[in-house]
């Protein structure tokens, strides 16, 4: 049989692997891109930037409507899409970061990292940390009018949905420190099923099996950057920041990010962790359901965890 039309591996909806390594991502209709610019509904405008050409590392900045001279919390926000999919310049990730930027009154920078399996991890892992880098030294001056005319480098928050909240996590383990961690519907599993886990065999076997293809190499779920509780899983004091958030929802993640939230209770983190339990809701429903109440509930929680003092 001809290997670039012969299937290693096919995760339904989702994407396609050939015996040959070429990929077919089976959802880039849904994930349109959109331009940016101004949002006549928030009053946020954006733009792309270039972090390194070498790589094509890029991302999206949000400014909010202010005045010149003010400072204001800085978001760097990283998508999902099982690291394989998904885009900073997406429809979806677009209006959330648009919302997040006007109510929050932050700078946005949405990152648009490299995608698996071409580029496996930990390269996304890289990738976000090195545009965090660059975020922060605009501290000392930098390319960027935006950053370096209205960011307050005291208030930088990271926040990752589903794989970006995977990513988010692990790269809160490195040496940079910023004010807030939020992991929204975390992308973690494990090799043994936990008390009141739900049950789904072909979703879990196939984040497994897809997990392979993410990070070759790997033992699987019990790798430490996907399992917080496998043997040699980096201890969450190391997270470098101040406080965290947690996001949960109804799926077959749900259990998953509370183990994350009850190991910082655990460890002592005490007020400076919070959880927005949202209960019943599909994952990623913020994004689908932006206007929904459980979203309008965990957006103003988010909004309130950037504002607090």
Not at 85 to 99: I, K, P, W, Y
Not at 190 to 216: F, H, K, M, V
């Amino acid at each position: 049989m001809n290997p670039d039309t012969e299937i290693e591996f096919e995760f339904p909806s989702l994407i396609r692997i050939y015996k040959s390594g070429r990929v077919e991502r089976l959802s880039q209709n849904i994930f349109a891109h959109v331009p940016a610019g101004l949002d006549p509904e928030t009053r946020v405008t954006s733009k792309d930037a270039v972090i390194n050409p070498s790589t094509g590392i890029s991302a999206r900045i949000y400014r909010p409507d202010i005045s010149l001279g003010t400072k204001l919390p800085i978001i760097v926000y990283c998508h999902g899409g099982c690291f394989l999919e998904g885009s900073a310049f997406d429809s979806l990730d677009h209006c959330f970061m648009n919302r997040l930027s006007a109510q929050a009154n932050a700078i946005g920078i949405s990152v648009e990292y490299r995608l698996a399996p071409e580029n496996p991890i930990p390269i996304p892992y890289d990738d976000s940390f090195e545009v965090l880098n660059w975020v922060i030294s605009h501290d000392m001056g930098g390319p960027d009018p935006w950053l370096v005319n209205h960011g307050d480098f005291s208030k930088v928050f990271v926040v990752g949905f589903s794989a970006g909240a995977n990513i988010v996590h692990n790269i809160a383990l490195r040496n940079v420190h910023f004010k807030g961690l939020v992991v929204m519907h975390p992308y973690f599993l494990a090799s043994r099923r936990l008390p009141s886990e739900p049950t789904n065999p072909a979703l879990r076997d196939g984040l497994e099996q897809i997990w392979t293809y993410l990070c070759p190499g790997t033992i699987g779920p019990d790798d430490p950057a996907i399992n917080l509780l496998a043997d040699g899983a980096p201890d969450l004091k190391g997270l470098n920041c101040e406080r965290v958030m947690v996001c949960v929802e109804g799926g077959e993640l749900r259990v998953r990010g509370r183990v994350y939230y009850e190991q910082l209770v655990k460890i002592g983190w005490g007020e400076n962790v919070e959880l927005v339990d949202s209960e019943g809701e599909e994952h990623g429903f913020f994004l689908a359901k932006p206007d929904s109440d459980k979203a309008l509930e965990m957006m103003s929680r988010l909004v309130a965890f950037i504002n607090r003092s």
